[in-house]
């Protein structure tokens, strides 16, 4: 089907005031799940949004949460949803979760113990870096049952690095994120604990330079000087040459957890990037070409890896696990979504009802080792791709002071128009993939 061409102008001033911030939230945490959103209220006061409620699962608080923080207006987010998973034995949410860890490349050589009780999911054992620990985190949280995780597992001694080391390798990654305006990021380090002070413009900026800060070496993140502050104008920071570029990109995937540290070659060219080689997981190929996005001075990805299986895997295996992972997630479990394997090529048939199901039916998809492209033959809500992408830019935090036009035909969203930075860009990028868009052409320009 082909969309007429819609056209959208963003033309963003001051902060909205409190009730539009509530409306605002309300109805994208909506727009991706309804079911779920009903039985969560939403609150506002001088900009600082508390979500209340029950949900099933902690996947949707983490969410819910990210949604408000990129809203334009919001200083914080105080999660106060309960989660109330779909009953389940603790002994068949451990067993999920062992298998979910014993299954992912990122976690399978590690030792883990998992414990479970009325639902919390306690991890320990060791692991060689901090991306692989987050990365246990993840996997146990997507557990259908789980209620919260505690983590004590440790990460193995690594090299001693100065603090000065450290304070260069976080000032580097904020300047080159295209996640965040980090000008008036001021970066301080003392025995290994990381002080961020200064002031960014959203909720969403601040969380986004406390992940970025967590580099090897760093003991501890403290944010609590760097505020967020609507009307915070940080400057613009300068586009980066190829070497540049090119190195970001390389530490970047060099700290992702779902990304081999071998096997993916990066080659940059008057800002286009072509990432070739190959990789263990469908995942780790999306996880790679995310990444190279989320850098300063990155106008395009020319993705050319190859998903392949090291060992390869029996189909019959890979279905296996297919069925599994459908099974324990909570998004896409209950009999709606069946995956069908034949020759690395999962079939996704069934139906789902809100985009935050069909989405996370493709991640889930996506993690088994022996599927290198998905068919998805899924039924239920079609994203209107036009509105969901202008409710987000409009609300966007990001994208203020931006002109942006979207075109639609099919499934495929290209940007043009003016913004005034690389997050910006980024940003307008990634809203039009997370509502559904199977291409984005992003000709936005970058005009300071």
């Given amino acids: ?154 990460v193995a001694s690594q090299a001693p690095r100065t603090d000065e080391e450290v304070r260069a390798d976080v000032r580097a990654r904020l300047d080159m994120s295209a996640r965040l305006r980090a000008g008036a990021v001021r970066v301080d380090v003392l025995g290994g604990r990381v002080r961020l002070s200064g002031a960014v413009p959203s909720a969403a900026e601040r969380d986004a330079a406390i992940a970025l800060a967590r580099v090897p070496g760093v003991r501890a993140v403290l944010a609590d000087r760097l505020a967020v502050d609507p009307a915070a104008r940080p400057l613009p920071a300068p586009t980066p040459g190829d ?107 069934g139906r789902v009802e809100s985009l935050a199901a069909r989405r996370r039916a493709h991640v889930v998809t996506a993690a088994v080792a022996g599927i290198d492209t998905i068919d998805d033959r899924l039924q239920g809500p079609a994203p209107a791709l036009a509105d969901a992408v202008r409710q987000r830019l409009a609300r966007s935090a990001l994208v203020e002071g931006g002109r942006v036009r979207v075109e639609v035909k099919g499934d495929v969203v290209t940007l043009r128009g003016e913004v005034p930075s690389w997050a910006a860009r980024h940003a307008a990028a990634r809203f039009a993939r997370e509502a559904g868009a199977a291409r984005v052409e992003n000709r936005i320009e970058v005009r300071r």
Wanted: proline share 5%.
């Fill in 243 to 349: 070497a540049a570029i090119r190195e970001a990109i390389r530490r970047a995937l060099a700290l992702d957890a779902r990304v081999p540290g071998e096997g993916v070659d990066v080659d940059v060219r008057d800002g286009e990037v072509m990432l070739s080689g190959a990789v263990d997981l469908l995942e780790a190929k999306w996880a790679a070409v995310e990444n190279a996005r989320a850098i300063n001075g990155v106008r395009a990805v020319v993705d050319r890896l190859v998903v392949r299986s090291a060992p390869p895997l029996p189909e019959p295996v890979v279905q296996r696990r297919l069925d599994a992972a459908i099974t324990r997630d909570p998004y896409v479990d209950g009999g709606g979504v069946v995956g069908r394997v034949e020759g690395g090529v999962a079939r996704l048939e």
């Fill in 1 to 154: 089907m082909v969309f007429p061409q819609l056209v959208l102008a963003v033309l963003l001033a001051i902060a909205p005031g409190d009730r539009a911030i509530t409306r605002a939230v309300e109805r994208l945490i909506e727009a991706e799940d309804p079911a779920r959103a009903a039985r969560l209220e939403v609150t506002t006061e001088q900009g600082v949004v508390t979500l209340r409620g029950v949900t099933d699962t902690p996947l949707h608080t983490a969410r819910a949460a990210d949604l408000a923080a990129g809203v334009r207006g919001v200083r914080d987010v105080v999660d106060r949803i309960e989660v109330v998973p779909t009953p389940r034995a603790d002994a068949a949410v451990g067993r999920d979760v062992e298998a979910a860890l014993r299954e992912h490349p990122a976690t399978e050589a590690a030792s883990f113990g998992v414990r479970v009780e009325g639902g919390i999911v306690t991890l320990s054992g060791a692991v060689e870096t901090p991306a692989e620990r987050a990365m246990a985190g993840e996997l146990a949280r997507a557990v259908r049952g789980a209620r919260a995780v505690v983590d004590r597992v440790v």
